[in-house]
């Protein structure tokens, strides 16, 4: 097998030099969309609460008792600052070492970011859906980092250089990503009275989210442009940008009307 095979298509030093400024350029709009909303925000926070066991099982549960103040915020501005730091290493000190990796057809810098980003963007979502209880914030976290940590076996399993080996990781991961959905959903649907930017909130970033898996199996179905692992790269980095700034401030806004 020469070195060409074990290149992941489209991936040459002209696709690279184009990444790089790509980053830098994300690097820049995430950051300055962090600042903005830490110069902006109210003190606006919402309230985590625990629900206990008073006996054996089959007896009443106690009374929601309130843990702790999550500001809004500030939480927002933590996911787009650590999108930030993600594209301003990954253009500079370790350009490097994730060149080498997209040669190689994989991205772990993307995993690891989404892994807090993203799941910090899905826990705000159900926060404003009213899943406010520890317990189900916790499974919302480990079922959406396990959904992110699939996609990254996905891209492992699949080397450059050979047709894709296997899919499995891929709808492990669809299953896993789908449960926080369902639980948010289901409060929304259950509830008497939902405000309508919190239905909007709950769509347009369910969308958003199903695009990534949609790029991830365009690019292992090797449909189109997709066949270019630079393409299917370049299509995760506007789709982090775009849905990362549309719930910042749809979640931001919501945060002003209440």
Known sequence: MTTSDLTAPGVDDRALR????????????????AIAVVVLATD??????QTLPTGPPGTPTASPEALFDLPVGATIAVFLALAGLDHLLTGTVLRGTYERDLRSGINRFRWVEYSFSATIMVVLIALYAGVVDITALIGIVGANVAMILFGWLQESANPPGATTRTMKPFWFGCVAGAAPWIAIGYNLVAAEE?????????????????????????????????????????????LSLVAKSALAWQIFGGSLAT
Do not use: C, D
């Open 18 to 33: 184009s990444l790089r400024v790509w980053n830098l350029a994300l690097t820049v709009l995430h950051l300055a969309q």
């Open 194 to 238: 939902v405000p309508g930017f919190v239905v909007g909130i709950f769509v347009s970033l369910f969308v958003f989210f199903n695009s990534f898996a949609l790029n991830q199996w365009l690019q292992y179905r090797q449909v189109g442009p997709w066949r270019s692992y630079a393409f299917g790269e370049k299509a995760y980095l506007v």
């Open 44 to 49: 606006f926070a919402i309230t985590l609460t």
